[in-house]
């Protein structure tokens, strides 16, 4: 049983502000439906420019249910500019609080807030230097800073119960990990340029996917009998077979994609994928 | 307000018959049953007692019983037992769809260098015998597989699968946890070598376990230290609770078929009450080979944590698959493993009836579980009401 507070359970059970605005002046839906969370949040102004009414659906627990009734709330009468500033960490006060594995719900709504003013002020969507970090989740790099450098959080445990990150097959943690350290590293002294890898030919790609797999793939697959072998690369397609215990193993496929294809990408190039031949 | 339970996988009643069998091994009479005077040797003939009534239920020997703490302590003890006396076997066979008492433990020795199939499910959440018969290998040192599931409550064929690892000189160990009192469970008619039941779930306290091993059957022990269980389980014994599990499993044993009948027509009755008044909801798992008392179902477009919530204004208590009541971000393995997709996932609810369950109970579910949906599905951005056809068959 969730500790929740009253003011979760009174706002769960009679929601707020349900249902949808026809002809909104502000409109945006997050989440999605594998994430067990979505909220979708639409407001209108009225002729001094403040939020005249808010409105959410949203198909989530109890505390995405409140967290959403408490956003639009919050949002009446006020203008765009001080909406703006409303945090997850306000959400969450407003609440009394939510359990730590729930914050996420409160980013949720202030992920669904931001998007919405961005709607009213005709900005785009997602702006395409976001990288997508968490997979399972859709998380990308720059949600996942706004959520450390808002809640000060220092380890990849804090940014899954926030943003849900690393929470699927949990490959991306150590780059949730170092996207803290970047952060924290960031904010104290001055920014490394990032690295920029020179363009491959596809001549050198092969010799360095093929080195790679001799030094640093084959030794640990060896290791539990497996074995793999390079077969073909096709643009950024790697295509390999797996040899001894690796070819009847179950496991393989997540060896495959785990391990083999985050070795390549990290030693050789990000854009490379696995695929595994007969 | 009135409780409804219908959890009773996660946890059942302890029945006032095995309560007052107990009380008296609290107060009066609290020996030691290994002590050498008579007081203390009166507890030990009352379980021996116990350990006879565990035995009729399994159809086994009460020499092939052990007192464990738990389920968890049971399967742990088990396939430990089964690695330590095969040191040159590496290879575990299990499925995708266990307890985490089961899991966990392979997963763990996964990172000590054992292989480990976790035999994949199909839609009904059945396993592929095929599969099965393909994954055991000469190095396969012990197999593990789950009597029946406790999400879908789906039956695994145990006893053929434990035929074919017999065949092939591989120790077969099987968590009946959810099985146990349920279903008859018949020992001399199977070749397991060694099988995991709990208290708790058959109506007993919680904090008691079996394990039985065959006899025969080479066992190390998990707990070292006393002579208690001749010596395959040291410590002294949890006398109350051996004792109202002895009781627990004597009335399983007289209810079994009737009790099932019963639950069985209550559990249907529940299904296509809802299949009749819910849109698109759906039954997960194969429909015959389940439990007679464990219904796990799917509503579209809504979340299971808040479902459970509004029903636990009710007063009706059930759990769910959904990623957001258990804490973890991920929801249920074991629907996973079946293929359901997501949108069915997180609206899934397990509802598991007891032989204390009422008519009357199950029609007030029927009411009230529409009503829930529906507002829920108000809420919820995915739902239209376009979306009316069912497709609960």
Redesign the interface.
Known sequence: M?DYTDKVREH??N?KN?GEIENPDGVA?VGS??C?????ITFKLDENKRIKDARF?????????ASASALTEMLKGKTIEEAMKITNQDIADYLGGLPP??MHCSVLGQEALKKAIDSYLGMKEKTTDEEIICEC?GVTDKEIERAITQNHLTTVEEV?NYT?AG??CGKCSDRIKSIIDRVYSKEGQKEQAPVKRPKLTNIQKIKMIEEAIEREIRPSLKH?GGDIELIDVIGNRVLVATRG?CAS???SQATLKGFVEIKLKELVSPELVVEEVA | MKTIYLDNNATTMVAPEVIDEMLPYFSDLYGNPSSIHSFGGEVAKKIAEARQKVASLLNADPDEIIFTSCGTESDNAAILSALSLNPGKNHIVTSRVEHPAVKVLCERL?TKGY??????VDSDGLIDIDAYRRSLTPDTAVVSIMWANNETGVIFPVEHMAYLARERGILFHTDAVQAAGKIPINMRNNQIDMLSISGHKLHAPKGIGILYIRRGTSFSPFLIGGHQEKGRRGGTENVPSIIGLGKACELAYQNLENENGYIKSLRDRLEDGLINKIPRCKVNGHRQKRLPNTSNMSFE??????IL??LD?YGICASSG????S?????SHVLRAMGVP??MI?GSVRFSLSKYNTEEEIDFVIDIMPKIIERLR?????WSHEQTACTGV
């Open positions: 969730w769960f059970l929601p349900v839906e439906i594998a067990g969370d979505a909220l979708k659906k949203t198909f989530g627990c109890a505390s995405a249910i594995e729930k989740f899954t849900k929470g699927g539990d215990a193993c179950m496991a | 996964a292989r480990i199939t976790e035999l994949p477009s809504v979340e299971g944590e808040s919530l509004l204004q959904s990623a957001c009541t804490g973890s971000i991920q929801p997501y949108t997180h108000q809420m919820s951005p995915y």
